[in-house]
């Protein structure tokens, strides 16, 4: 699982309320991702970062920040949760290793907005 | 952005038979990675076979086997004596060699019939 954290894994909540989601990781990998994953649209790249403070938007960005204060840390906000942000959440790292570079994920958060 | 394209949104097959997965994606790159992923009911991403696009060689990693069409920018995953264990939902995925940005297809829902 290359070392890879995700909390919670469940969440459950009110829309206009503020959530984090974390991820963390143990290897020191220097890029980490984060990618939701709805029925019909596949895994879409939300944000990701190349190192301590350094993070760059993906295709569907609005609505979230990241931040990253340690290397095995890599946070999603959602700032006034939306019924359109229920989805699943993944976080990834991208390792290379034998075989070039690879995507290793988390196990993903369940995220509800009512 | 690039282009990731699976057509086949469900598939089936026969325990112990030969099914085809097909992906296309769009690129004007000529250096490029390409991925298959599995997703079992259990949510998490597992990395089944990986393709470099500047190998002519097809990858095999086991019963699992990939035909890769440069020119006709198509990457189709074949699995060979298929089993219980391999129904999941299939997502091919690209990456150019210089980015860092992975992109994932809608995905297949692959049902294996006992």
């Known amino acids: 699982d290359a070392g890879i954290t995700q909390s919670p894994r469940h969440k459950v909540t009110e829309t206009g309320t503020p959530v984090t989601l974390r991820c963390h990781q143990t290897?020191?990998?220097?890029?980490m991702y984060w990618y939701r994953q709805d029925p019909g649209h596949g895994l879409r790249l939300i944000h990701y970062?190349?190192?301590?403070?350094?993070?760059d938007k993906g295709e569907v960005s609005d609505g979230y920040s990241v931040s990253r204060s340690k290397t095995e840390d890599f946070l999603l906000t959602l700032e006034s949760a939306t019924s359109s942000q229920t989805s699943v959440y993944f976080c990834?790292?991208?390792?290379?290793?034998?075989?070039?570079?690879?995507?290793?994920f988390g196990s993903g958060t369940q995220l509800s907005v009512l | 952005a690039q282009t990731v394209t699976q057509s086949q949104p469900e598939m089936s097959v026969q325990e112990a038979e030969t099914v085809t997965l097909s992906c296309t994606y769009d690129?004007?790159?000529?250096?490029?990675?390409l991925f298959w992923y599995k997703q079992p009911p259990s949510r998490q991403m597992i990395l089944v076979i990986r393709?470099?696009?500047?190998?002519?060689q097809n990858a095999t990693e086991n019963r699992f086997s990939v035909n890769f069409q440069k020119a006709a920018k198509s990457f189709s995953l074949k699995i060979s004596d298929s089993q219980l264990g391999d129904a999941a939902m299939y997502f091919c995925?690209?990456?150019?060699?210089?980015?860092?940005?992975?992109?994932f297809g809608t995905g297949t829902s692959l049902t294996v019939i006992p």
């Open positions: 690129t004007s790159e000529s250096d490029y990675y």
């Open positions: 970062s190349y190192g301590v403070k350094d993070t």
């Open positions: 290897e020191n990998h220097r890029y």
């Open positions: 990834a790292i991208s390792e290379r290793g034998q075989g070039g570079e690879k995507l290793f």
């Open positions: 995925a690209y990456r150019k060699n210089t980015g860092n940005q992975f992109y």
């Open positions: 393709q470099e696009a500047y190998k002519q």
